[in-house]
């Protein structure tokens, strides 16, 4: 079985069946939190794709965009975090 | 023919540690503990693959582009997940009925968010103190 082949038929469904899993948490979460975790967990796993991909296809400038998404997970993170804890003192 | 056995290897693992994390985050009773999860399983299977895709490409241009994704995702996940369940603790989201102990009750303040240290605890904790004035 060559590498190529092996993408296709073993690494990309593997993940495509986490990103469904994850999606589902998603749209089930009872509490923001959990959505918030979720999302966090859908951009890592398309971090993976993204590397996945740029070795399918032989480019590596792929990459950059990697390096993207993780900036912005950790800064969707850090927002979401900060914005729960500001509503919580508004309410009281 | 060596490097190609080695990427396979490792996508694998990497993608099997992904699936487990996915599994998790779906199944498991608490917000607190699916965050623990996808701060250290995911991390892994991540760093897995993007040192095979290192490996692929063998350049030195990809290699420092991995690498630092790699000690980006390891510094910033942990920091992420913490900020996250302390708001979520915060905001008084439901825990498991399982869990027994919670050593964080009674030890924030509850207007200024401040954590009493231990050796702290007698002097200052408002919560303590009237209790113990109580009995």
């Given at each position: 079985?060559?590498?190529?082949?092996?993408?296709?038929?073993?690494?990309?469904?593997?993940?495509?069946?986490?990103?469904?899993?994850?999606?589902?948490?998603?749209?089930?979460?009872?509490?923001?939190?959990?959505?918030?975790?979720?999302?966090d967990m859908?951009?890592?796993?398309?971090?993976?794709?993204?590397?996945?991909?740029?070795?399918?296809?032989?480019?590596?400038?792929?990459?950059?965009?990697?390096?993207?998404?993780?900036?912005?997970?950790?800064?969707?993170?850090?927002?979401?975090?900060?914005?729960?804890?500001?509503?919580?003192?508004?309410?009281? | 023919?060596?490097?190609?056995?080695?990427?396979?290897?490792?996508m694998?693992?990497?993608?099997?540690?992904?699936?487990?994390?996915?599994?998790?985050?779906?199944?498991?009773?608490?917000?607190?503990?699916?965050?623990?999860?996808?701060t250290?399983?995911?991390?892994?299977?991540?760093?897995?693959?993007?040192?095979?895709?290192?490996?692929?490409?063998?350049?030195?241009?990809?290699?420092?582009?991995?690498?630092?994704?790699?000690?980006?995702?390891?510094?910033?996940?942990?920091?992420?997940?913490?900020?996250?369940?302390?708001?979520?603790?915060?905001?008084?989201?439901?825990?498991?009925?399982?869990?027994?102990?919670?050593?964080?009750?009674?030890?924030?303040?509850?207007?200024?968010?401040e954590?009493?240290?231990?050796?702290?605890?007698?002097?200052?904790?408002?919560?303590?103190?009237?209790?113990?004035?109580?009995?």
């Amino acid at each position: 079985m060559s590498l190529q082949e092996y993408y296709n038929y073993v690494i990309l469904p593997i993940l495509g069946i986490s990103v469904i899993l994850v999606f589902i948490r998603f749209l089930k979460g009872p509490s923001i939190p959990d959505r918030v975790i979720a999302l966090d967990m859908l951009i890592l796993i398309a971090i993976g794709i993204i590397a996945i991909y740029s070795m399918q296809n032989d480019q590596s400038t792929f990459l950059d965009i990697a390096m993207l998404f993780a900036l912005i997970a950790f800064l969707g993170t850090v927002a979401f975090a900060y914005f729960l804890i500001q509503r919580s003192k508004n309410d009281e | 023919m060596m490097s190609e056995i080695l990427i396979m290897i490792m996508m694998t693992l990497g993608s099997l540690f992904i699936l487990s994390t996915a599994v998790a985050v779906l199944t498991k009773p608490d917000v607190y503990m699916r965050i623990n999860i996808t701060t250290k399983t995911a991390t892994l299977g991540l760093g897995l693959i993007l040192l095979s895709a290192a490996i692929y490409f063998q350049d030195y241009s990809v290699t420092t582009r991995v690498v630092s994704i790699i000690l980006f995702i390891f510094l910033t996940a942990p920091i992420g997940g913490h900020m996250l369940m302390r708001s979520a603790y915060f905001t008084k989201t439901e825990k498991w009925k399982g869990m027994k102990i919670d050593d964080l009750d009674g030890q924030y303040d509850p207007i200024t968010k401040e954590l009493y240290s231990e050796d702290r605890k007698e002097g200052i904790s408002p919560k303590t103190s009237e209790e113990n004035e109580n009995q």
